[in-house]
């Protein structure tokens, strides 16, 4: 399987937002209503931020939140803060027990 | 609180056999929750390589099945990695995590291995 595409930055100034696009098919993102994203500091293991599309794991701010049209995903994070500085992995649900991520997003906190 | 440590070697050679070990703690191997193990190459993205059940069910990823055996022993609630015919391609920071079947994502991480494939 492929995986999924992402925008390689993105880039907002405190208090802004910022939207990552996920990418993928109908054997993935469009598929099932499996689609995770996933918060990775330099140096940390990632930190699960959203699930089932659009759910928020206890703990994570409401700043974050996910949806999806067709095949595609997208994660945004509003009111930005320093500490949203991260990458950011977007993941889904592929069939047959497998998963495919995507190919990761830099986001900057200008 | 849930906890998973990898262990395992730093430094392995070429054509040889990989084996981590993921230690979990405040939770049961013998939940209803799945096991997993992914990596990371440095400097690039995640990449499933698969997970196991309690019962002993395993699910691989097809890019990487002919040469990856994951196992658990739930007398130690921990779970394990092999991976062989290594090359510098397999070097990455492994990571295990918990899998949550009713809404397939990973909710729990060990901290990462850094494995380096050289001789």
């Known amino acids: 399987q492929s995986a999924l595409t992402q925008p390689p930055s993105a880039s907002g100034s405190p208090g802004q937002s910022v939207t990552i696009s996920c990418a993928g098919t109908?054997?993935?993102?469009?598929?099932?209503?499996?689609v995770s994203w996933y918060q990775q500091h330099p140096g940390k293991a990632p930190k699960l931020i959203i699930h089932?599309?659009?759910k928020r794991p206890s703990g994570v701010p409401d700043r974050f939140s996910g949806s999806r049209s067709g095949n595609t995903a997208s994660l945004t994070v509003s009111g930005l803060q320093a500490e949203d500085e991260a990458d950011y992995y977007c993941s889904s649900y592929a069939g047959t027990d497998n998963f495919v991520f995507g190919t990761g997003t830099k986001v900057t906190v200008l | 609180q849930v906890q998973l440590q990898e262990s395992g070697p730093g430094l392995v050679k070429p054509s040889e056999t990989l084996s981590l070990t993921c230690a979990v703690s405040?939770?049961?191997?013998?939940?209803?929750?799945?096991w997993g193990w992914i990596r990371q190459p440095p400097g690039k993205g995640l990449e499933w390589i698969g997970s196991i059940y309690h019962t002993g069910s395993t699910y691989y990823n097809p890019s990487l099945r002919s040469r990856v055996t994951i196992s658990v022993d739930t007398s130690k609630n921990q779970f394990s990695l092999r991976l062989s015919s290594l090359t510098a391609a397999d070097t990455a920071v492994y990571y295990c995590a918990r899998r949550v079947g009713t809404t397939e994502n990973l909710d729990y991480w060990g901290q990462g291995i850094l494995v380096t494939v050289s001789s």
């Open positions: 089932a599309v659009s």
């Open positions: 405040g939770s049961s191997i013998n939940s209803f929750y799945y």
């Open positions: 109908s054997s993935d993102v469009g598929g099932y209503n499996y």
